[in-house]
């Protein structure tokens, strides 16, 4: 494919299987965050999906063996200790033996999305294959929806519409830039993935601090620190 029209023989290029397959995946980690965010509490549902960076920085470095040197490997760790400190919130009444399933399988899937869209993203055709993940989402996500409503009647509010629509679209636009990111020259998955993670965690404590006048405790604002020290050692 020279373009980035659909066409009928795009089942047969090589990753529109993996595509299919993200696809379900993506529906089903998103609603799981979303089960484990009620059963087990928001900080737990933030770290473990954050945490999972650790899964693409070892299939990076074990698989395309990229760089895995003292200083990086100090970065790696001091943003994983970064994530589970900015995202702990005080007095947050996290039962972590609760559905300890829901924070587990959040942990493997998202950690397997991110692995999977580095592996089996083409050079070309990044929108197309995108289109294909989330179309497949949509599809399944609608299948849901109906069934919820005409069978189990649960109805859904018109005004989720619009905030999923914006969802949606921030969601996208977010895996095409690490797609972008991911291709650039000199910069190597592992680092990738570990500085996405580590800054959406310590931008978002900000946006909670400054925005909704969240309290930010000591734990956090070490959090932070360590995620601005990690960055450096894992850029530099």
């Known amino acids: 494919l020279n373009d980035e029209r659909i066409r009928p023989e795009i089942i047969y290029v090589d990753w529109f299987m993996a595509a299919i397959g993200l696809g379900i995946l993506f ?11 009620q059963k087990n509490g928001l900080s737990v549902a933030s770290v ?7 899964i693409p920085v070892l299939f990076g ?6 760089s895995a040197g003292l200083q990086k490997i100090i970065g790696i760790i001091l943003a994983l200790t970064a994530v589970f400190l900015a995202s702990i919130k005080p007095k947050s ?19 397997i999305i991110d692995t ?15 289109a294909v993940i989330f179309g497949i989402s949509g599809i399944i996500g609608l299948l849901i929806l109906s069934y919820k409503s005409l069978i189990l ?37 592992s680092s990738v993935f570990t500085i996405n993670n580590v ?3 310590a931008v978002s404590t900000l946006v909670g601090l400054f925005l909704f006048k969240e309290r930010i405790s000591g734990k956090n604002w070490f959090g932070i620190l360590l995620a601005l020290i990690s960055i450096a050692l894992v850029t530099l």
Do not use: C, Q
């Not at 529906?27 to 965010?37: G, Q, S, Y």
């Not at 473990?48 to 650790?54: E, R």
């Not at 869209?117 to 294959?129: E, S, T, Y």
């Open 27 to 37: 529906i089903t980690i998103f609603n799981v965050m979303a089960l484990t965010a």
């Open 48 to 54: 473990a999906s954050k945490m999972s960076v650790i």
């Open 61 to 66: 470095i074990i698989v395309y063996g990229e």
């Open 93 to 111: 009444n996290v039962v972590l033996t609760k559905s300890i399933y829901l924070p587990i399988l959040l942990f493997l899937g998202s950690g």
């Open 116 to 130: 999977s869209i580095n592996h089996f993203a083409p050079n070309g055709n990044k929108a197309l294959f995108l």
């Open 153 to 189: 009647k649960h109805y859904f509010k018109t005004k989720s519409i619009p905030f999923g629509i914006v969802l949606g679209i921030i969601n996208y636009a977010s895996i095409h830039y690490i797609l972008k990111a991911l291709r650039v020259d000199g910069f190597e998955s």
């Open 199 to 201: 800054a959406i965690v």
